[in-house]
């Protein structure tokens, strides 16, 4: 009775205290902030721009605003990053004292004491350009929908019983889903989304309405504290009306910006940053020769994605832009520099430019590529660039970070694009380095038949807005404005400037690290594209014979022909993928090992093809018998591998034993019955390939020993 009616106060009290207050803590607060050196808080790894990982740290507006509430009341916070599911159990169970971004729910009232929200956000269902017309969530009836697992709307979505719905512990894979078309909506909140989609690039992603689910059309985030700790939730409370509002707006001017996605996209300014608008022609420079993204066109006119951009800034801000021209992309950086113009639209910043220029939030994210003649060879590693010269476009920010990261180069420098890939053709360099869309850009109208990409770097190329350094008000103009672009409108700019969209573009690196003979397809294709005529037309239909065909070097690179499941290979690179997540963020997952107890006897009385049918048979029982979110391929002859993420001992060893009675129970043609024998283990820290596999083919020897058609789970 009394934690009820505490609950019941500090709901009360925090009711009251809306506007931002002086703290004033107790005597009972002081002692706890004093006895209590950590809190320990669960956090979302991958819920941009709140939460989420940059370059193996901990970043976002929530980690921000933590950092306000720590010099405000003097708590120090311990934080365990990890996917929504795991952050929600962890408080759950009481494994850590308070959890961000949680929604308030009746249900979850149980075990938390909710603060106040501090950011609302809208709703909204997003789709691919290909849906066809939106009319209601009965246009999603049978469609496949992705949501956040465990997500405060999860049982009322299940409940309606509507569609087929596809929990997803990354939003980061939920969003790339939506884009190639594995499922056909997310129902997900706005900024979340919208700031993946701008990151990455996702182009064929449009907004189609906004959610209601109880009333509720908003993800209403706050802090939880565990009902355990009905003191710390005191403190976190006041902490958070301590802070003032221009506190909070710089942290939503950093992170968020304006979130507007409909009406007239008009940003809310300051009366400074109004008056600013208001009172000056805001001058700019640019890259006169870096098509797609910006150039001068025939006439000598603004051209590319930049030029759109800055007509959607001057719908959005009511600005006026000039254009002061320059001869190249060093002299618009010197313009810069000296102050002869305010801002550059698509630059890269760098540890020397920052010395000169702000820089807004990175806006668009495009892979770096190498390019160089066809009869040249494939570019597997950097180090196969070693005493070759490679041109680079002059002031280039990506100069430095490969200077700096492969001091083993030898860059020419050029004075565009155009000046480089002709140096490739001539044989005067041996490749020339830049962005995959201006690169692509130029192969459509020249050097088809010459010149070929190669091979793609780590790096990327991240533009911003870079701003002069002594003008404070336009710069937080420009970042409020980045922040806030409309997806649509972003989309709409990159589809008309870029034909190469994320479902359609090569993936070299399978390309690369795929077989001799793949390669040597490959090879076959380009040749035979050089050959062929130039023509307009048979230039369209050359490249969509390339498309066609590198799909299938694509497929060939990663799926095993007979089962069409993943490959070894393509296994042990997502498998080394999932190791690095839960070493870094201490989850867990499963292995499992299966192998058809007496396979040889099926090809020796029935022969080699009747046997391949059992194994297609038992990839497709192995398909459908999993969660979207695990993974399966043939490992080699009739052994096959299952991983499965965030699974206990209890709940793999069920799973894998439905999947044992289902191929137990199936009627294999001309063969009849079948079994299957299973090695189950669970990832420890510390494990690499070879050791989990191992531990798992012990326990499929032990399954064996005991008599087969077992299911084994490793332990020590």
Known sequence: MKTILLHLFLLFYFSLHALAQPLNFTKEEKEFIATHPKIKISMMQDYTPFTFVEEGKPVGFEHDLLELISKK???????????????????????????????????????????????????????????????????????????????????????????????????????????????????????????????????????????????????????GVHFTQPVLGSIIQKSLDAISKDEKNKLINKWIGSIKEFGDQHIELSERETAYIDGHVIQYCMDPNWLPFEGLDTKGEHSGMSSDFYKLFEKILSAKFNLVKTSSWSQSLEYLKQKKCDILMVSMETPERKKNFHFTDSYLEIPLVIANKIDDAFINEMSDLRGKKIGITKGYGFVETLKEKYPFLNIVETHNIEEGLNKVKEGEIFAYIDALASIGHEFQTKYFGELKIAGQLSESLQLRVAVRNDDDILFNIMQKTVKSIPSDMYRNILNKWTSIRYEKSIDYSLVWKGSAGVVFIFCLILYWNRKIAKSNELLKQAQKDIEVKNKKLERLATIDKLTNLYNRRKLEELLQLEINRCERFDCNFSLTILDIDHFKEVNDTFGHQTGD???????????????????????????????????????????????????????????????????????????????????????????KERGRNKVVLHKE
């Not at 019983?161 to 190639?180: E, G, I, M, N, R």
């Not at 449009?206 to 209601?212: I, N, V, Y």
């Not at 043939?634 to 709940?651: K, L, T």
Request: glycine share 6%.
């Open 73 to 223: 009341s003097g708590l120090k916070f311990e934080k365990v990053m990890a996917s929504w599911s795991m952050v929600l159990n962890l408080f759950k169970e009481n494994k850590v004292d308070m959890i961000s971004s949680i929604s308030y729910t009746k249900q979850r009232a149980a075990f938390t004491f909710y603060t106040t929200s501090y950011y609302d956000i809208p709703i909204m269902i997003f789709l691919r350009d290909d849906f066809g017309t939106y009319d209601g969530l009965q246009s999603l009836k049978g469609k496949k929908v992705g949501i956040t697992k465990d997500i405060f709307y999860q049982k009322e979505l299940q409940d309606l019983a509507l569609f087929d719905l596809k929990p997803y512990t990354s939003l980061l894979d939920l969003t790339k889903d939506v884009s190639l078309g594995k499922i056909d909506a997310a129902i997900e909140n706005l900024t979340a989304i919208n700031y993946l989609i701008k990151k990455y690039g996702y182009t064929n992603i449009r907004l189609a309405d906004e959610f209601k689910v109880s009333d509720k059309t908003i993800e209403d985030l706050r802090f």
């Open 613 to 703: 049918n059992v194994l297609i048979e038992i990839a497709n029982i192995l398909r459908n018998s999993l969660r979207k979110t695990d993974f399966v391929g043939r490992y080699g002859g009739e052994e096959f591998i299952i991983v499965c993420f965030e699974s206990n001992e209890d709940e793999i060893v069920k799973v894998i034993n439905q999947i044992r009675k289902t191929i137990e129970n199936h009627d294999f043609e001309q063969v009849g019955t079948k079994t299957v024998s299973f090695g189950v283990t669970i990832f420890k820290q510390g494990d690499t390939i070879d050791t989990i596999i191992k531990r798992a083919d012990n326990a499929l020897y032990e399954a």
